[in-house]
C-alpha cells in the first residue's frame, strides 16, 4: 500500500492540509491513498469532518507526538511551533504502508505527482528522497519526502534523537533528518529530487533567470516561513509591495483554496481559531520520556519576549502576525472558474519575466537593449527601474555625449 501523507497537529494549519488534499485528489486527480498523521484533540468536531471529507486514512497520533525543545527550535530558527515536527519521524513507523511521499501542510502541488511512486519504488528503507534546501543545497528540504516505512529505520531515529548530543542541528524536523539520513553517512542516503518538487518562492534569495527558465515546470510550491498564504491575504491586497513572484504564486494558492472551498466554508475554515503564533508554550513531552524528569528536552516552557536574532535569511523580513480572514478575497469568485488556476500558472510565468526584465541583463538576449534603446525613439526615457546594467553604461554615455559637445565647441 502506497499513499501520499501530511501531518497536522493543530488547527493553524487547516486551509493548508485541506487545499493539499483537495490539489492532489481533485484537481491532479490522483489514483493513490492521501493519508494524514493529525493529533485529533486538538481538532474541532467541524474540523475533523472536513479532513473526512478529503483524506482517505487519518491516523489519530496525538498520544504519539515527538517534541523537540521548543526552545532551542526558537533560538535556532525562531519558529518555536516547529518543535512538533519531531513527529515527522512517525512517519517511518507506519509499516502498513510501502511507500509514502510525505507533504508539508503548506505546499501546494502544480502537477500529478503520482509518477514518483513509480520512479522511487526500489528506495531502501534506509533512504530518503527529497530536493536540495534552497538556503543550503547541501542539506535537503524536509517538506517533500519519498521514504520506506521501517520498524529498523523508526527505532534507529529514535535512538538517534535519544541518543545524539544534538540530534538535529537546527532544533527541528530538517535538521534531524539531514544529520540521520545525510550527514551520518556522507549523502549516500539521501537521493535527490529535482528541486521543481519542492520550490520555495518566499525564500529570500531567489535564482531569477532559472525561476523564469523552470517556471513551467514546476511540479510543487512550498511556503516556507511563519507567514503561510492562509494568514497572509494581505499580499494580495493594498499596498503591501510583495516580490512579484510570492504575490503570484500567494493567488494560486488561494485559488486553489477558492475552487474547493468557495463562500461560506471557505470563509468558515478561515476562521478556525489555530493556535499559531499566540501559542504559549508549555513543556513538552514525549512517550518515552521518563516522568519523574522534569526538564525533557531542554524545554524550560514558555517563550521569552526577546527579539530572537535571525538564522535563515527570510527570517530577516519584519515578522507578521497571522491575521484570519473573515471576509473571502473579491476575487474569490472568479478565481473558481475552470481553467484558472492553468490562468495563474501562466501569469505567474509573465510576472516573472517581467521581473526578469528588470532586475537581470543577460538571460532574455535583445531584449534590455529594445526596451532602454535611448537613440531608439523619443518615448524611451531614461527609467529609474532599469537594469544595473544599464545605470552602469550611464557614466560613459554621458561622457562620450560630453566629448560630442565639446567637440563642436
Ligand atoms: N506542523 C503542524 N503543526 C504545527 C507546526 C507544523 O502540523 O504547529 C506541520 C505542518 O504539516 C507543517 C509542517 O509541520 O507544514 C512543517 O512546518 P512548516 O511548514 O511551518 O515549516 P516550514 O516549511 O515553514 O519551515
Ligand atoms: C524546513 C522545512 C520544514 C521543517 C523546518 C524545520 O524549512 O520546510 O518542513 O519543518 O525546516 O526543520
Ligand atoms: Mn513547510
Redesign the pocket.
Known amino acids: 500500500m502506497t499513499a501520499f501523507i501530511?501531518?497536522?497537529?493543530?488547527e493553524?494549519?487547516l486551509p493548508?492540509?485541506l487545499t493539499l488534499g483537495k490539489a492532489l485528489k481533485h484537481k491532479y486527480q490522483s489514483t493513490y491513498k492521501l493519508a494524514i498523521l493529525v493529533n485529533s484533540d486538538s481538532l474541532s468536531k467541524e474540523s475533523a469532518e472536513l479532513i473526512e471529507s478529503v483524506y482517505d486514512d487519518i491516523i489519530d497520533v496525538g498520544d504519539k507526538l515527538i517534541y523537540s525543545s521548543v526552545e532551542e527550535v526558537d533560538t535556532k530558527l525562531g519558529?518555536p511551533?516547529?518543535a512538533?515536527?519531531y513527529s515527522?519521524v512517525l512517519l517511518w513507523s507506519l509499516t502498513q504502508y510501502d511507500t509514502l511521499i510525505y507533504l508539508?501542510?503548506?505546499?501546494l502541488p502544480l502537477a500529478n505527482l503520482d509518477h514518483l511512486f513509480d520512479e522511487h519504488k526500489d528506495l531502501l528503507s534506509t533512504q530518503v528522497v527529497a530536493s536540495p534546501d534552497a538556503g543550503w543545497p547541501d542539506i535537503f528540504n524536509s517538506?517533500v519526502l519519498i521514504l520506506k516505512p521501517s520498524t529498523d529505520t523508526f527505532t534507529s531515529l529514535v535512538k538517534h534523537i535519544e541518543t545524539e548530543e544534538t540530534p538535529s542541528f537546527d532544533g527541528a524536523?530538517?535538521g534531524l533528518l539531514n544529520e540521520f539520513f545525510n550527514l551520518k553517512t556522507k549523502g549516500s542516503n539521501w537521493k535527490r529530487l529535482p528541486f521543481v518538487y519542492n520550490v520555495t518562492p518566499n525564500a529570500s534569495y531567489q535564482y531569477t533567470p532559472a525561476f523564469d527558465r523552470f517556471a513551467g515546470d514546476i511540479k510543487l510550491v512550498?511556503?516556507?516561513?511563519?507567514v503561510?498564504p492562509w494568514n497572509a491575504d494581505f499580499l494580495l491586497h493594498g499596498n503591501y509591495q510583495a516580490q512579484a513572484s510570492l504575490y503570484d504564486v500567494h493567488k494560486l494558492w488561494w485559488s486553489t483554496f477558492h475552487e474547493h472551498f468557495p463562500g461560506e466554508i471557505g470563509a468558515k475554515i478561515l476562521n478556525v481559531k489555530g493556535?499559531g503564533y499566540s501559542l504559549k508554550f508549555g513543556k513538552n513531552k514525549n512517550v518515552w520520556d521518563d516522568d519523574a524528569d522534569t526538564s525533557v528536552g531542554g524545554s524550560t516552557g514558555g517563550i521569552t519576549d526577546e527579539p530572537i536574532a535571525p538564522v535563515f535569511p527570510w527570517e530577516e523580513r519584519e515578522k507578521r502576525h497571522p491575521t484570519r480572514t473573515f471576509t473571502p478575497p473579491p476575487y474569490g469568485e472568479e478565481a473558481s472558474e475552470e481553467g484558472e488556476q492553468d490562468k495563474l500558472h501562466d501569469e505567474l510565468k509573465k510576472s516573472i519575466e517581467t521581473l526578469n526584465l528588470k532586475t537581470s541583463s543577460g538571460s532574455k538576449a535583445g531584449s534590455l537593449k529594445d526596451k532602454y534603446n535611448i537613440d531608439s525613439s523619443e518615448d524611451n526615457k531614461w527609467d529609474p527601474t532599469a537594469s544595473l546594467n544599464e545605470i552602469a553604461q550611464l557614466p560613459s554615455k554621458l561622457l562620450s555625449k560630453k566629448r560630442e559637445e565639446e567637440s563642436k565647441k
Open positions: 501530511t501531518l497536522l497537529t493543530n493553524s494549519y493548508g492540509v519558529r511551533e516547529l512538533v515536527t515527522k508539508d501542510a503548506d505546499t517538506g524536523d530538517q512550498h511556503f516556507i516561513g511563519s503561510k493556535e
